[in-house]
């Protein structure tokens, strides 16, 4: 039924998103909130203006964030959730300007309200909407027909893929195949390539995907040909996906497109100073509320054992520069404990009495905010290493140096998930490359509070 309907799902998805907008509005103006919190009572004519400027507003922000294309993907019920956020800041943008022109006359509060409510209630409906639709496709409505054109390792692979994911909503009615007859993953194979026209003017099939080798040139274009002549949508696996992450970009110089094998959310300009700004914020911040806090643990380091109170060490970061990283000291300064070629174990003997205690509660990583103004580091990112085991992983360890691509953290994804100190150096590159090709703000935002969770029960801190 969705299928054959789908402009008038799409309308509806866009009533449920104006009814979401009124509700957030009257709900904050409702007595209900108003226990709760500060009372608004607004006229008539300003909920009625309110409304005028906020729908169309919203709808386009929805559609320039591509909130209403359709996705039939693996992520979470919530994956919108970023941009859902990001549409609420750009809404509240809008309408402070509308009020410091004198066109609203509305409380500065109620906007921050707003934003969070709506924000809330419209991530919650598009999470209900998307766990639907994945209920429908997985028992069988709200199909898509497919035809794979190449039943090959390439293609047999990609009917692996739907059918262990039902959710998809794609249902493979055949291939064709120059080269193989009968069935193949349970599907028969209904034709050689040559049969395409045949095929698709008389059977109901909605994409077709090409998983032929690139040399097959003239047999690819008339396959284009073909669906675009009978208004089916092309869709091309290439023969090197395999190097491809999930999240490729494509770049056009002029009119040649050029693929980026790994998409990096940081390489944007927008994100990148959106996360630079909270970084600094955050940091200078910190270091002005946490001052009586580094000053007592300035003067226990000193009393305590000989030596500098910040430790200085050579760390590889972005880019794969080096930069100095800063830390309260926690080890004995005497040459012979020095050794930047090894792990700090547990009980390592190395380790101050008071090292003991800052390194358990992650205390003596706190100068690190001083790089982070200084631009070496960010709150969050892949940890960064002594120059000595870069050199060592990134030739023992596959993909190692892509958390160069990104700032270095204080704390990570890797770190949060138990992958800290000497801990498995392959699966916290994993981590590390699911953070920098999956960065969001609410990403960032959950790193943190795990990170504050884990200052005292982390069981690799040592």
């Known amino acids: 039924m969705i299928r054959e309907n789908q402009q008038l799902f799409n309308v509806f998805n866009v009533i449920l998103d104006v009814i979401v907008l009124m509700i957030s509005t009257l709900f904050i103006n409702s007595p209900f909130f108003a226990r709760y919190g500060p009372a608004y009572e607004f006229n008539f004519d300003t909920i009625l203006l309110l409304f005028t400027l906020l729908i169309p507003s919203y709808l386009l922000l929805y559609y320039m964030f591509k909130l209403y294309t359709p996705q039939r993907t693996n992520r979470s019920a919530f994956s919108e959730s970023s941009k859902i956020i990001q549409v609420n800041f750009f809404e509240y943008l809008f309408l402070s300007t509308m009020c410091v022109l004198n066109i609203l006359y509305v409380p500065a509060d109620f906007l921050i309200f707003f934003l969070v409510i709506n924000s809330i209630f419209a991530i919650i409906e598009k999470a209900i909407i998307r766990g639907i639709l994945r209920i429908l496709r997985a028992k069988g409505f709200n199909i898509k027909y497919v035809l794979v054109v190449g039943a090959g390792e390439i293609g047999r692979n990609f009917v692996d893929t739907v059918n262990l994911n039902t959710y998809l909503g794609y249902k493979i009615i055949g291939f064709l195949d120059d080269n193989v007859e009968g069935i193949v993953k349970d ?45 089916v949508r092309a869709d091309i696996i290439p023969d090197y996906y395999r190097y491809i992450t999930s999240h490729p970009s494509i770049e056009l110089i002029d009119n040649i497109p050029l693929i980026s094998v790994r998409y990096l959310p940081l390489d944007i300009s927008y994100n990148k100073y959106v996360k630079r700004i909270f970084d600094v914020l955050f940091s200078i911040i910190s270091l002005i509320i946490l001052s009586p806090l580094l000053l007592i643990v300035a003067v226990a380091v000193k009393v305590t054992s000989p030596g500098p109170v910040i430790y200085k060490q050579e760390r590889i970061g972005e880019g794969g520069h080096p930069f100095m990283m800063y830390k309260f000291r926690s080890m004995r300064s005497e040459e012979e404990y020095i050794d930047d070629k090894r792990w700090t174990q547990k009980d390592d003997p190395r380790v101050t009495s008071v090292g003991k205690i800052i390194r358990k509660t992650s205390i003596d990583e706190l100068p690190q905010l001083y790089n982070i103004i200084k631009g070496d580091m960010s709150l969050i990112g892949p940890r960064p290493e002594r120059p000595y085991f870069v050199n060592k992983f990134k030739e023992s360890v596959p993909k190692y140096m892509i958390k160069h691509h990104v700032r270095p953290g204080m704390t990570g994804w890797a770190q949060v998930n138990g992958y800290r100190g000497n801990t498995s150096i392959v699966k916290r590159i994993e981590f590390d490359i699911y953070y920098v090709e999956n960065w969001s703000i609410l990403l960032d935002a959950r790193i943190f509070w795990r990170t504050l969770t884990l200052i005292f029960t982390d069981k690799n801190a040592y």
Do not use: F, Q, W
């Not at 209904?190 to 109901?204: A, M, P, R």
């Open 187 to 231: 599907i028969r194979v209904i034709g050689k390539i040559d049969d395409i026209d045949e095929v698709l003017s008389h059977n109901l099939i909605d994409r077709v995907v090409v998983s032929i080798a690139p040399r097959h040139y003239k047999t690819l274009r008339k396959i284009i040909d073909s669906c675009e002549k009978n208004g």
